[in-house]
């Protein structure tokens, strides 16, 4: 029996997807052109919300133990070597500290999971073993896809394994490839936005004790006041760095990483390529039976951290939707849904990506060839930088409003709500639970997390009030075959940070619907929610 989605491309957010399919008992084929993961330095921190919906897929645990360890602070320094005084330092907690912020709050203001550092070369090999442990799932590493036809029936994808072509028939595919996707290239999608802003070149390099011996502080980015944009990464093992610059060769990226190190060390450059900033969205995610996901629709520059997590978002987002078509009880908006949804986050996630980046150019700006001077001009110039970055760093650094403030607006499945959102801030989170938000969360009176509690299908959350018509709900979905149930507590500090006595959430914690009594129709509540 042939699989029901085939998934083009195997990094993050197709593992994901895969992963997510296999626990909803879909039968995928994952496919990727290279042999294996490769040892390539790209993404290297998901962010709090890619940890929650890691949680809720039972992997957050795993990914922390691959990570960075969670005990070394994250902070940011400004500096002009790794020997000399930083001009800025922006100390962000450590994980383990991270986590006993959150144990402490319980305003809804924060999320349930904290950011965590690990490298893609890292996370990949880790999510590939996972998704080869879920019987319906199938991960094909070594084969190329080609080309596809599609019609009302489903598609059929010609892909190359072993030198020799083959058909795989399906009933979706997803195109997880790329920024050079080729599922989105064979559609006629355009990427519009701005292209190749700045080219600069990346190497990762093995040095097993510079970060033991770096004498300003440990942290994980050190941006570097210099002429090249340089800019040093930690990677999660703490022997392996990352170096961005503008420089002309492969070759100078030795001499510029000696340079910002500053220090006798022995290393090993393993890998330098060049590449470009772009800040590119899809004309559209997908058409008919072809979806496109992660870098295949949306292109950022790194700062803030917004591209693979913003993929890991298109994966759930598509996941749960996939699934429930599939199995019979998704009605024709749900998959419509998608793009809907997906589409105005990437947008908004290219705009904060570039609200953080003309904050990183604006005290880039500021540099001058004196930084280093022991002049009054000299120290002029580095107090002035320094001062800009102490505003303008931040916008990479503290994009909690991004992370976990983005709602599903004008959705065709959320219910339309009159009445003002909280104001969309990219460093600004407010907890709501206006319909199209994610659910925020809270720790219960007895200590455990309120996501814990809730399933994969659809809960209607009671907090007490009227809740006539609740048996009329549970028929709405009971007659698509929806996986529907109802939660009950008795929070007098849950129901207080949420506002409502009754909220409908989706399988990914999105709110659908609030409020203190349901529909006069609740039937039709259901219908709404699951695209009929």
Same mark, same amino acid.
């Given at each position: 029996?042939?699989?029901?989605?085939?998934?083009?491309?195997?990094?993050?957010?197709?593992?994901?997807?895969?992963?997510?399919?296999?626990?909803?008992?879909?039968?995928?084929?994952?496919?990727?052109?290279?042999?294996?993961?490769?040892?390539?330095?790209?993404?290297?921190?998901?962010?709090?919300?890619?940890?929650?919906?890691?949680?809720?897929?039972?992997?957050?645990?795993?990914?922390?133990?691959?990570?960075?360890?969670?005990?070394?602070?994250?902070?940011?320094?400004?500096?002009?070597?790794?020997?000399?005084?930083?001009?800025?330092?922006?100390?962000?907690?450590?994980?383990?500290?991270?986590?006993?912020?959150?144990?402490?709050?319980?305003?809804?203001?924060?999320?349930?999971?904290?950011?965590?550092?690990?490298?893609?070369?890292?996370?990949?090999?880790?999510?590939?073993?996972?998704?080869?442990?879920?019987?319906?799932?199938?991960?094909?590493?070594?084969?190329?896809?080609?080309?596809?036809?599609?019609?009302?029936?489903?598609?059929?994808?010609?892909?190359?394994?072993?030198?020799?072509?083959?058909?795989?028939?399906?009933?979706?595919?997803?195109?997880?490839?790329?920024?050079?996707?080729?599922?989105?290239?064979?559609?006629?999608?355009?990427?519009?936005?701005?292209?190749?802003?700045?080219?600069?070149?990346?190497?990762?390099?093995?040095?097993?004790?510079?970060?033991?011996?770096?004498?300003?502080?440990?942290?994980?980015?050190?941006?570097?006041?210099?002429?090249?944009?340089?800019?040093?990464?930690?990677?999660?093992?703490?022997?392996?760095?990352?170096?961005?610059?503008?420089?002309?060769?492969?070759?100078?990226?030795?001499?510029?990483?000696?340079?910002?190190?500053?220090?006798?060390?022995?290393?090993?450059?393993?890998?330098?390529?060049?590449?470009?900033?772009?800040?590119?969205?899809?004309?559209?995610?997908?058409?008919?039976?072809?979806?496109?996901?992660?870098?295949?629709?949306?292109?950022?520059?790194?700062?803030?951290?917004?591209?693979?997590?913003?993929?890991?978002?298109?994966?759930?987002?598509?996941?749960?939707?996939?699934?429930?078509?599939?199995?019979?009880?998704?009605?024709? !908006?749900?998959? /419509?849904?998608? &793009? $809907?949804?997906? =589409?105005?986050?990437? #947008?908004? +996630?290219?705009?904060? %990506?570039?609200?953080?980046?003309?904050?990183?150019?604006?005290?880039?700006?500021?540099?001058?060839?004196?930084?280093?001077?022991?002049?009054?001009?000299?120290?002029?110039?580095?107090?002035?930088?320094?001062?800009?970055?102490?505003?303008?760093?931040?916008?990479?650094?503290?994009?909690?409003?991004?992370?976990?403030?983005?709602?599903?607006?004008?959705?065709?499945?959320?219910?339309?709500?009159?009445?003002?959102?909280?104001?969309?801030?990219?460093?600004?989170?407010?907890?709501?639970?206006?319909?199209?938000?994610?659910?925020?969360?809270?720790?219960?009176?007895?200590?455990?997390?309120?996501?814990?509690?809730?399933?994969?299908?659809?809960?209607?959350?009671?907090?007490? !009030?009227?809740? /006539?018509?609740? &048996? $009329?709900?549970? =028929?709405?979905?009971? #007659?698509? +075959?929806?996986?529907? %149930?109802?939660?009950?507590?008795?929070?007098?500090?849950?129901?207080?940070?949420?506002?409502?006595?009754?909220?409908?959430?989706?399988?990914?914690?999105?709110?659908?619907?609030?409020?203190?009594?349901?529909?006069?129709?609740?039937?039709?509540?259901?219908?709404?929610?699951?695209?009929?």
């Amino acid at each position: 029996m042939g699989p029901q989605v085939l998934i083009v491309g195997a990094g993050p957010v197709g593992l994901t997807l895969a992963i997510d399919l296999g626990r909803r008992g879909v039968r995928c084929t994952l496919i990727e052109q290279k042999d294996a993961p490769q040892f390539l330095p790209k993404m290297e921190r998901c962010n709090a919300r890619t940890m929650e919906i890691y949680r809720r897929m039972g992997l957050a645990q795993k990914i922390r133990d691959a990570g960075f360890p969670r005990d070394v602070p994250m902070d940011v320094f400004i500096v002009t070597s790794l020997t000399e005084p930083p001009l800025l330092h922006l100390p962000y907690p450590s994980v383990a500290q991270a986590q006993a912020e959150i144990k402490a709050c319980s305003d809804g203001s924060m999320p349930l999971e904290p950011y965590q550092l690990i490298s893609q070369y890292t996370l990949e090999p880790l999510l590939k073993s996972v998704a080869e442990t879920l019987p319906s799932v199938t991960v094909r590493y070594g084969c190329e896809f080609l080309s596809f036809e599609q019609d009302a029936g489903g598609v059929r994808a010609t892909v190359k394994a072993n030198g020799k072509d083959e058909e795989i028939r399906c009933d979706y595919m997803v195109g997880c490839d790329g920024g050079a996707s080729n599922v989105r290239r064979q559609l006629g999608i355009k990427l519009e936005g701005e292209a190749n802003l700045l080219q600069l070149r990346q190497a990762l390099y093995r040095c097993d004790d510079l970060f033991d011996r770096i004498p300003i502080g440990k942290g994980r980015h050190y941006h570097v006041a210099d002429a090249h944009n340089s800019f040093l990464i930690v990677q999660d093992s703490t022997r392996h760095f990352t170096l961005h610059a503008t420089v002309d060769s492969d070759e100078a990226m030795k001499t510029q990483f000696e340079e910002v190190v500053a220090m006798p060390v022995q290393y090993e450059m393993l890998s330098c390529a060049p590449w470009r900033q772009n800040l590119l969205l899809a004309d559209s995610y997908g058409k008919d039976r072809v979806f496109l996901a992660g870098d295949a629709v949306h292109l950022v520059i790194p700062t803030g951290g917004l591209g693979m997590n913003s993929g890991v978002g298109d994966a759930i987002d598509l996941s749960w939707k996939l699934a429930a078509t599939l199995q019979g009880w998704g009605g024709p !908006g749900l998959l /419509a849904s998608y &793009e $809907a949804e997906r =589409r105005p986050v990437g #947008a908004r +996630n290219v705009e904060a %990506s570039r609200f953080a980046s003309r904050g990183r150019r604006a005290w880039r700006a500021a540099y001058k060839p004196n930084i280093r001077d022991n002049t009054p001009e000299g120290a002029a110039t580095r107090a002035n930088l320094a001062a800009i970055a102490g505003v303008e760093q931040r916008k990479s650094n503290e994009m909690i409003g991004a992370e976990l403030g983005y709602r599903y607006a004008n959705s065709p499945i959320i219910v339309a709500e009159t009445g003002e959102p909280p104001a969309d801030d990219p460093l600004t989170y407010v907890p709501t639970t206006f319909p199209g938000a994610r659910l925020a969360h809270v720790w219960l009176a007895g200590g455990a997390a309120l996501h814990d509690k809730i399933g994969n299908g659809y809960t209607l959350l009671c907090f007490g !009030g009227n809740t /006539a018509g609740a &048996e $009329a709900l549970t =028929r709405g979905f009971a #007659a698509y +075959n929806a996986p529907f %149930s109802t939660l009950t507590l008795n929070d007098g500090h849950a129901r207080e940070v949420y506002g409502y006595d009754l909220l409908l959430l989706r399988p990914d914690l999105h709110v659908v619907w609030r409020g203190n009594r349901l529909p006069d129709e609740p039937a039709k509540l259901a219908a709404l929610a699951t695209g009929h």
